[in-house]
């Protein structure tokens, strides 16, 4: 099993080509074996002459820059690297397909496998997320240890590797892909069984989890059946990342408001807030989130709150009862 990690430049104004500048790569018995051994190429840009903002961002840019490789030395080298081996395991499906790019501009045999297995889609699947997880978060879901940086190819493809040894074989042959057929529209499922209503797209970046579990616009969630806007004041997870609340509209009854977190490459975090009815499913899930942590929100008004307990400590001053 090869897993494999590229980093690349697609220049500041996009366009012609997403110039690899890093193949990087573990071998393996098997997902979840020993590693037998690591590749890593730095590749020297001839095409793009300008950075995007992602390659800018790169730790090891300076690396490839100075690197004596071509793209095409550079891929014989890793195709003699993975010998007989036809088995490859990738983060997502965009590397397969820079790589593909790369050897059509430069005009060299396509030598890729017939097929791969696109890990992200695995973790996905075990983590009931509905998004496309980046690697980072997905690292630490797993409570990998963090020891080298991200964005270096080949240490991302080492954690692509010990995410990948922490799906069942299940999760990873049901991501089997073939390169270039558009990945097959599968439902997703996601932890809340039915989302009747999405309350619209990511919200964020937030200062902190709590930031955002006292947000007015997180605490929302509309009553599914007449759009009546209800406000939580508590949160349950047994997570961590997922919390749950009970609403509860004084027409419809009950409801499940529940929210994703998750957070971007520059480890901000973003929000994803739905509601969904109770059916059974969705009130296990929620038991199950009660039994773990509680967050009490704060008040929503703290402004005037605090003004009118100010006030009042005034007033109260000359007793000092409660100073000690
Ligand atoms: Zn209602």
Not at 37 to 48: K, L, M
Not at 58 to 80: D, H, I, T, V
Not at 158 to 164: D, S
Not at 214 to 232: F, H, L
């Amino acid at each position: 099993m090869i897993v494999m990690d590229l980093e690349w430049n697609s220049g500041r104004y996009g366009g012609r080509l997403n110039e690899i500048l890093q193949i990087g790569a573990v071998k393996m018995d098997h997902l979840g074996g020993r590693v037998l051994d690591t590749f890593c190429a730095y590749i020297r840009p001839r095409v793009h002459k300008t950075l995007s903002p992602a390659a800018a961002a790169l730790p090891e840019l300076a690396l490839a820059q100075k690197s004596p490789l071509s793209f095409p030395e550079a891929m014989e080298q890793f195709r003699l690297w993975w010998g007989e081996d036809r088995e490859f395991a990738i983060w997502g499906t965009a590397d397969l397909m820079v790589l593909a790019e790369n050897l059509r501009y430069w005009s060299l045999t396509n030598c890729l496998p017939d097929h791969f297995y696109d890990l992200q889609a695995a973790f996905a699947i075990a983590a009931s997320s509905a998004n496309s997880p980046a690697l980072e978060p997905a690292v630490d879901y797993c409570g990998i240890p963090e020891t080298f940086d991200f964005h270096n190819a080949l240490y991302d493809s080492l954690y692509t590797a010990l995410v990948g040894s922490c799906l069942k074989a299940e999760e990873v042959a049901a991501v089997r892909r073939v390169p270039g057929e558009p990945a097959r529209k599968e439902k997703v499922v996601t932890r809340l069984g039915l989302p009747i209503k999405k309350n619209g797209v990511w919200l964020g970046p937030f200062e902190s989890t709590e930031a955002a579990l006292n947000s007015r616009s997180s605490r929302r969630g509309e009553c599914p059946a007449c759009s009546r806007p209800v406000r939580t004041s508590v949160w349950y997870s047994d997570d961590g990342q997922i919390f749950y609340a009970p609403l509860s509209c004084p027409t419809h009854g009950p409801y499940i408001l529940r929210l994703e977190t998750a957070l971007d490459k520059r480890k901000r975090l973003w929000i994803f807030p739905e509601v969904g009815r109770t059916t059974s499913a969705n009130q296990a899930l929620l038991e199950m989130a009660m039994a773990g942590s509680t967050w009490q929100c704060t008040a929503l008004h703290t402004g005037s709150r605090s003004r009118r307990k100010r006030r009042r400590k005034k007033t109260d001053a000359p007793e000092e009862s409660e100073e000690s």
